[in-house]
């Protein structure tokens, strides 16, 4: 069994920053492309930024300049730290995984439960 928890989100002024951080817990073999999605009200779930396992990292239009993924293999976890947020920022994040277990015989998409970044004065 695999669980990806995220954690760092919370209520922050338009221009200022936030680290979020998710965590690959479980039976883990390897881990390949790791990523951040979010998903505002009203609106469809969409891709901010993923980084393989290779460290080659992909980012939205929307952030690009403005946020940074990054991942520590050995400790299975994943960040994004966000600077100068927008109002449009505002969202539910969710960390997406492609994991392969110990159990599996390939590498399957795993989902966090998300967490809710809103950017307001």
């Known amino acids: 069994q695999v669980q990806l928890v995220e954690s760092g989100g919370g209520l922050v002024q338009p221009g200022g920053s936030l680290r979020l951080s998710c965590a690959a817990i479980g039976s883990i073999f390897s881990i390949n492309t790791m990523g951040w999605y979010r998903q505002a009200p009203g609106k469809e779930r969409e891709l901010v930024a993923s980084i393989t396992s290779g460290a080659y990292t992909n980012y939205a239009d929307s952030v690009k300049g403005r946020c940074t993924i990054s991942r520590d293999s050995a400790r299975n976890t994943m960040y994004l730290q966000m600077n100068s947020l927008k109002p449009e920022d505002t969202a539910v994040y969710y960390c997406?995984?492609?994991?392969?277990?110990?159990?599996?015989?390939?590498?399957?998409?795993?989902w966090g439960k998300g967490t809710l970044v809103t950017v307001s004065s």
């Open positions: 997406n995984a492609e994991i392969h277990t110990i159990l599996d015989a390939y590498a399957k998409d795993y």
